[in-house]
């Protein structure tokens, strides 16, 4: 039996992924399913996404999908290996066997350049030049080790799970499948039948949602999109984070996961002078940061995740189902009994006491303020 896994963020789903999905789907074939660990309502870059996990996980569904399952806060908002290797590790537990993704070159053995990175000794991946960011220095070893740069946006994270999964130490079969139309971040084109994310969220944000957005989308996700009161940015945000930031003193900042090197004092220093967020950060940019990670970090300060939270939810994972076809409902009752993952069907008072889902909880409550939406409690799986 192969159970095929995607690891997904939907923000929105678009042309791309259902090619992807159908890629799975052939691989799979129809008796066997697939099963996709989504972010939740807050993504990898450290932004809010565009709809929330409900609705994304529905048009995931509706495109084939069999199981939906909502990938932790704590593993959703990371940097590419930690993402990564959350990721996998829920997908191997749930007994997924192959690993289907996109990338800009299919052709690139994987499998061997991730068992070629991992077995980089630890000290060669001490970066100490504070003049380049971590992963400019890392993607520059990759380089050296393997004999060739790998700098497309998806062929990194690519290889961030090529490298997970040689670590986890039962390894999936990776299936890479070439990208089709635009890439990662490009910008609308025109003649485009597959858009990147990128360029339909700042159509959604900046013009008015159209019938034009169905060339690229499916038609019931551009009509939930267009019923939305709000679609979250940081723009939205601002406002609050400057409240917490001005709010909260340098000792209470410092507690927040991934603060370091005194960002806290440039922080609550800057916060002052910018007029919006894009400027803001501009002005706590260095070096040594990617635009990414200080997003990460301003998300970390805006919803008060503490190095402690983010402990105690690795140490208590939960995968949230958030939907499922028959044959993952089948696929389900299958490997209840033999699955070491904690899958939650329904949110409550008790399970959402602490670990991975109190988190969870707790960081959609912002989400459901913007949207005046539930985002857990009284919620069920969807059945498609």
């Known amino acids: 039996m192969s159970v095929v896994g995607i690891i997904a963020e939907y923000n929105p789903?678009?042309?791309?992924?259902?090619?992807?999905?159908?890629?799975?789907?052939?691989?799979?074939?129809?008796?066997?399913?697939?099963?996709?660990?989504?972010?939740?309502?807050?993504?990898?870059?450290?932004?809010?996404?565009?709809?929330?996990?409900?609705?994304?996980?529905?048009?995931?569904?509706?495109?084939?999908?069999?199981?939906?399952?909502?990938?932790?806060?704590?593993?959703?908002?990371?940097?590419?290996?930690?993402?990564?290797?959350?990721?996998?590790?829920?997908?191997?537990k749930v007994?997924?066997?192959?690993?289907?993704?996109?990338?800009?070159?299919?052709?690139?053995?994987?499998?061997?350049l991730g068992s070629k990175i991992a077995e980089?000794?630890?000290?060669?991946?001490?970066?100490?030049?504070?003049?380049?960011?971590?992963?400019?220095?890392?993607?520059?070893?990759?380089?050296?080790?393997?004999?060739?740069e790998v700098n497309e946006p998806n062929a990194i994270l690519a290889l961030a799970y090529a490298v997970a999964n040689h670590n986890l130490g039962t390894p999936l079969a990776l299936h890479p499948v070439n990208?089709?139309?635009?890439?990662?971040?490009?910008?609308?084109?025109?003649?485009?039948?597959?858009?990147?994310?990128?360029?339909?969220?700042?159509i959604i944000l900046h013009n008015k949602i159209d019938s034009e957005l169905e060339q690229w989308m499916p038609k019931k996700e551009v009509q939930m999109l267009d019923a939305q009161s709000e679609y979250p940015n940081w723009n939205i945000l601002f406002p609050f984070l400057k409240y917490r930031l001005e709010s909260t003193s340098v000792e209470e900042l410092r507690q927040i996961y991934q603060m370091s090197e005194g960002l806290e004092y440039k922080m609550k220093q800057e916060i002052h002078l910018a007029h919006d967020f894009t400027e803001f950060l501009r002005r706590i940019k260095s070096k040594r940061y990617t635009y990414a990670r200080l997003r990460r970090l301003c998300l970390y300060t805006l919803l008060n995740v503490s190095q402690d939270d983010m402990i105690e939810s690795f140490n208590h994972e939960s995968?949230?189902?958030?939907?499922?076809?028959?044959?993952?409902?089948?696929?389900?009752?299958?490997?209840?009994?033999?699955?070491?993952?904690?899958?939650?069907?329904?949110?409550?008072?008790?399970?959402?006491?602490?670990?991975?889902?109190?988190?969870?909880?707790?960081?959609?409550?912002?989400?459901?303020q913007i949207m005046q939406k539930d985002q857990n409690f009284g919620r069920r799986p969807l059945e498609v």
């Open 13 to 92: 789903f678009h042309s791309g992924h259902e090619f992807l999905m159908n890629q799975a789907r052939y691989l799979a074939g129809d008796k066997d399913p697939i099963v996709i660990v989504m972010s939740g309502n807050y993504v990898q870059r450290g932004e809010m996404a565009i709809m929330d996990k409900w609705s994304r996980a529905k048009a995931a569904l509706e495109s084939g999908a069999d199981l939906v399952f909502e990938l932790p806060f704590s593993t959703a908002v990371q940097p590419a290996d930690l993402f990564s290797l959350g990721s996998i590790d829920q997908l191997v």
């Open 95 to 112: 007994g997924v066997t192959d690993l289907v993704f996109g990338v800009e070159d299919a052709t690139q053995n994987f499998a061997y």
């Open 120 to 148: 980089i000794p630890q000290s060669h991946m001490d970066f100490n030049d504070y003049s380049q960011t971590y992963s400019t220095q890392y993607n520059q070893m990759v380089a050296r080790e393997v004999g060739h």
């Open 179 to 202: 990208r089709i139309g635009a890439g990662h971040d490009d910008l609308l084109q025109n003649n485009g039948v597959v858009q990147s994310a990128s360029a339909i969220r700042n």
């Open 319 to 368: 995968l949230l189902l958030l939907g499922y076809s028959k044959l993952g409902r089948n696929y389900l009752k299958q490997i209840r009994k033999d699955t070491s993952a904690n899958i939650i069907s329904k949110v409550d008072q008790n399970n959402a006491k602490h670990g991975s889902l109190g988190l969870q909880v707790r960081v959609d409550r912002l989400f459901e």
